[in-house]
């Protein structure tokens, strides 16, 4: 098993249990303990789970709370790829379309740069710089101003001008997470005002949120959950949370993880 596959299966060992001895892994994937303690230590370092003495729990995040790119880059890996693919479909050539930050919508950004005709607007270093490594001649990419955030998102009022002059076909959106009283939410302020901007300018709204965004309050709202055309989810959402979803939204697609 390589360290980056060890190190996602002991993430997802700490969430399910809330806390793992360094111990019981060193002997359940047959390394020594430092090998274990280094795989936590990295896990620590990105912010994904808290080191203790003798072994790791899981953090408790406040609404303000915002991972790095990177830290989150590892969550739901086949989820969000399987998410991906699915949304792509939505896309034809010579769209206009918008990708907000996040993993997520990087994610869908690597389907999509084969796209002919197609004009992407994006609040994402990362999304951009995917297409722009791709090269395709016939695609236009948009690259808002703004100040830089955790997540590799640019914000602020720079980024909001920017964006309330275009009308586009669609918005891709990522989110920190979603319920039934806040709707879809952002720990980012600025974060928040930019995608409600990049909402007011598509003419349809697709949210992308892996099962684990449920439930999740950023400490602000982005818009209410009836507000999205589309929500694509994977099949770890609860059964009450499709139902509630899909009483609110046109569309609920429910993906299978790769």
């Not at 980012?188 to 300018?201: G, K, P, S």
């Amino acid at each position: 098993m390589l360290a980056q596959q060890r190190q996602a299966a002991i993430l997802d060992r700490v969430r399910a249990a809330g806390g793992v001895r360094v111990s019981e892994l060193a002997s359940e994937y047959g390394v020594s303990d430092m090998t274990i303690r280094r795989d936590l230590e990295s896990l620590a370092d990105r912010g994904l789970l808290a080191k203790v003495h003798g072994g790791a729990t899981t953090v408790s995040p406040g609404s303000t709370h915002e991972p790095g790119f990177a830290a989150k880059s590892v969550r739901q890996r086949s989820e969000k790829a399987a998410m991906a693919m699915r949304a792509a479909a939505l896309v034809s050539p010579g769209d206009a379309i918008a990708l907000s930050a996040g993993t997520t919508t990087a994610g869908l950004a690597q389907r999509l740069v084969d796209v002919p005709a197609l004009t992407v607007v994006t609040n994402s270093i990362p999304v951009a710089d995917i297409f722009y490594r791709a090269g395709r001649p016939d695609q236009t990419v948009v690259l808002t101003g703004g100040t830089r955030t955790p997540s590799d998102a640019l914000v602020g009022p720079v980024a909001v001008a920017a964006i309330g002059t275009l009308h586009l076909d669609m918005l891709f959106m990522g989110v920190h997470g979603m319920s039934e009283r806040a709707g879809y939410t952002t720990p980012n302020l600025m974060e928040a005002d930019v995608n409600r901007a990049l909402v007011e300018a598509a003419e349809r709204l697709v949210v992308l949120a892996d099962h684990t965004k449920w439930g999740t309050v950023g400490i602000s709202s982005i818009v209410a959950l009836n507000r999205a055309d589309v929500v694509v989810t994977d099949e770890g959402l609860d059964e009450a949370a499709r139902t509630i979803l899909a009483e609110q939204v046109e569309e609920l697609m429910v993906v299978s993880a790769q």
